[in-house]
């Protein structure tokens, strides 16, 4: 498990936001969620890439939330 594991969480599904903050399942590495439609099966990870490598998100320890027009972080300590 991700958890267990220390990985990073690349999701579709809304529900990790309650399951981290009203459920206390927090895990270091932290926790991407997609806001998306339409997209070929690798483009998340490919977008995320692309956002480490110039430094433009840090994602241990924070639930972020990529959308087609923003991206919001929230830490998860």
Same mark, same amino acid.
């Given at each position: 498990?991700? #958890?267990?594991?220390?990985?990073?969480? $690349?999701? %579709?599904?809304?529900? %990790? +936001?309650?399951?981290? %903050?009203? #459920?206390? $399942?927090?895990?270091?590495? +932290?926790? *991407?969620?997609?806001?998306?439609e339409g997209f070929q099966p690798e483009d998340p990870g490919n977008f *995320? $890439?692309? #956002? $480490?490598?110039? +430094?433009? *998100?840090? #994602?241990?320890?924070? %639930?972020? *939330?990529? +959308?087609?027009?923003?991206?919001?972080?929230?830490?998860?300590?």
């Amino acid at each position: 498990m991700s #958890l267990n594991e220390n990985r990073t969480i $690349l999701t %579709f599904d809304r529900d %990790f +936001g309650e399951l981290v %903050f009203k #459920l206390d $399942l927090k895990p270091k590495a +932290g926790i *991407v969620y997609f806001r998306w439609e339409g997209f070929q099966p690798e483009d998340p990870g490919n977008f *995320v $890439l692309d #956002l $480490l490598s110039k +430094g433009i *998100v840090e #994602l241990t320890e924070y %639930f972020t *939330v990529i +959308g087609k027009e923003n991206i919001r972080q929230r830490i998860i300590k």
